[in-house]
């Protein structure tokens, strides 16, 4: 964030219900559709008319969903390592059950999974991981996550209809991602023609965070182009 901020945009990097500091209601509706619809309340309600939509992982999803049916399309789209643009096997799935193990081991080897360097997960990362996701309500939320994605979001694909829009976009995608592996990439690269595409080498599923020059050095490239600041 404070790359792009440098750079002269104004960054907002809200937590969706279920996540983080965010609320925790048993009752909410936790899939990428609710999570769209939040982040155009959201953007409503903060008076943003045309931001640009950032999302990574699930959040990719969100972001495209959001794109697709908030008041007016925004003037550009990231993507990092995106679900639900394409549909995705079940071993892929299978995987965001690693997100439900909170226990040191079990949050260790998730954050291990997300990274190419296991160096980058330290003790203080791992601390933190479990304090927000054992938080009142966390686990129930992440066990509504892990449900719609393991049988809801194959349903919910948006690759077409992006690919329709029209709205630029960039897709970046991490040459050693284990969560969504290349081969998703590559498919998610032909279902956008028209996008930009660039593969970030030796980091895994969180580019921005391995590598958060190249990451920023990629967004401002083409949101330079796109909606110069």
């Known amino acids: 964030m404070p790359l792009l901020a ?11 219900p279920g996540h983080g500091f965010a609320s925790k209601e048993h009752d909410f509706p936790y899939g ?3 999570f769209a619809a939040f982040t155009n309340e959201l953007i409503s309600s903060l008076g943003l008319r045309t931001p640009v939509l950032v999302g990574t992982s699930l959040g990719g999803h969100v972001a495209a969903l959001a794109a ?8 550009a789209l990231v993507l990092i390592g995106a679900s639900g643009i394409v549909t995705v096997d079940r071993q892929t799935i299978s995987d965001t059950a690693r997100a439900l193990v909170l226990t040191d081991t079990g949050v260790r080897e998730k954050l291990r999974f997300v990274v190419a360097d296991p ?6 990362w791992v601390r933190e991981e479990l304090r927000i996701n054992t938080s009142p309500g966390a686990r129930e939320a992440a066990s509504d996550v892990e449900h719609y994605v393991r049988t809801q979001l194959n349903d919910d694909v948006v690759g077409s209809a992006l690919a329709a829009s029209g ?5 970046l995608w991490g040459e050693r991602d284990q969560w969504m592996p290349l081969d998703v990439g590559l498919r998610v ?6 996008a930009e595409w660039h593969i ?3 980091v895994g599923h969180a580019p921005f965070f391995e590598r958060p020059d190249l990451f920023a050095k990629r967004a401002v490239e ?4 796109k909606c110069p600041v």
């Open 32 to 34: 990428s559709p609710a």
């Open 167 to 171: 709205i630029p976009t960039l897709v």
């Open 189 to 194: 690269h032909e279902a956008l023609p028209k």
């Open 119 to 124: 160096d980058l997960v330290t003790d203080e």
């Open 6 to 16: 440098s750079a002269g945009y104004h960054v907002f990097a809200p937590d969706l």
């Open 222 to 225: 083409f949101l330079a182009e």
């Open 200 to 202: 970030i080498e030796n």
């Open 68 to 75: 697709l049916t908030g008041a007016a399309p925004p003037p």
